[in-house]
């Protein structure tokens, strides 16, 4: 089974419009980490936002919150007032616990976004 | 502030060559470091990771190998590229478990 699920290949917005890319996790830690990145054409990896599982408040960062609904092991990106500039790849990440040491990420198949004007 | 640098940015090779890439971070120590592939269109997948020097873990079995001989340096290596190699290569950074990770701008490797 998927660890991290993005369900939305592709997505058109509207320039100004809120945006939310949705993300769905499995796992049976109870200490994880949950990320967000973007990937614009040229490739590199931007780090967006982080929330962690013991976090009781949803993370925001500027433009971005993260809609963390424990619960329902969800965690949607939202961006607010959207621009040109947010056209990109966006991927969720998780790190766990359960290895005991410097596990790396494991990402979605990420979200294509396109703002348009 | 923290850097990662990650070289070369292209490189196209062909079959049975060997492979060095090179990621270097500044400004910290002792961070861990991570190689990742993302393939065309792919989320990335998570190839080795280094807590410390010398230590070095392997996510999933294949034709490369990784190195760290000091702190801030981490190398991915192959001694015969394989056509299946080729994909975007990223090297990243974190200052702990559960913590953000830091990518360099990644290196573009096509096998002819």
């Known amino acids: 089974a998927q660890k991290i699920t993005q369900t939305q290949p592709g997505m058109f917005v509207q320039e100004k419009e809120a945006v939310t890319l949705d993300c769905t996790y499995d796992?049976?830690?109870?200490?994880?980490?949950l990320f967000w990145y973007k990937q614009p054409s040229s490739g590199e990896m931007i780090f967006l936002i982080y929330?962690?599982?013991?976090?009781?408040q949803n993370a925001t960062e500027g433009r971005y919150s993260l809609n963390f609904q424990k619960a329902r092991k969800s965690a949607n990106l939202v961006i607010s007032a959207s621009q040109l500039g947010d056209s990109a790849m966006y991927f969720c990440?998780?790190?766990?616990?359960?290895?005991?040491?410097?596990?790396?990420?494991?990402f979605g198949k990420g979200t294509h976004l396109i703002i348009q004007p | 502030s923290q850097t990662i640098h990650q070289w070369p940015a292209t490189l196209v090779q062909p079959v049975g060559s060997p492979l060095s890439l090179e990621c270097t971070v500044e400004?910290?120590?002792?961070?861990?470091l991570y190689w990742y592939r993302q393939a065309a269109g792919r989320g990335l997948q998570l190839l080795f990771y280094?807590?410390?020097?010398?230590?070095i873990s392997s996510e999933v079995p294949q034709n490369l190998s990784a190195s760290r001989p000091q702190d801030r340096q981490f190398i991915l290596s192959s001694k015969k590229l394989l056509l299946s190699d080729s994909g975007f290569y990223l090297c990243?950074?974190?200052?702990?478990?559960?913590?953000?990770?830091?990518f360099g701008d990644g290196t573009r490797l096509s096998i002819l």
């Open positions: 990243a950074w974190s200052s702990g478990s559960n913590q953000p990770q830091h």
């Open positions: 796992t049976s830690d109870q200490s994880y980490g």
């Open positions: 929330q962690g599982s013991y976090d009781e």
């Open positions: 990440a998780m790190s766990e616990n359960s290895g005991g040491g410097a596990d790396g990420l494991t």
């Open positions: 400004g910290t120590s002792n961070p861990n």
């Open positions: 280094s807590v410390g020097i010398g230590q």
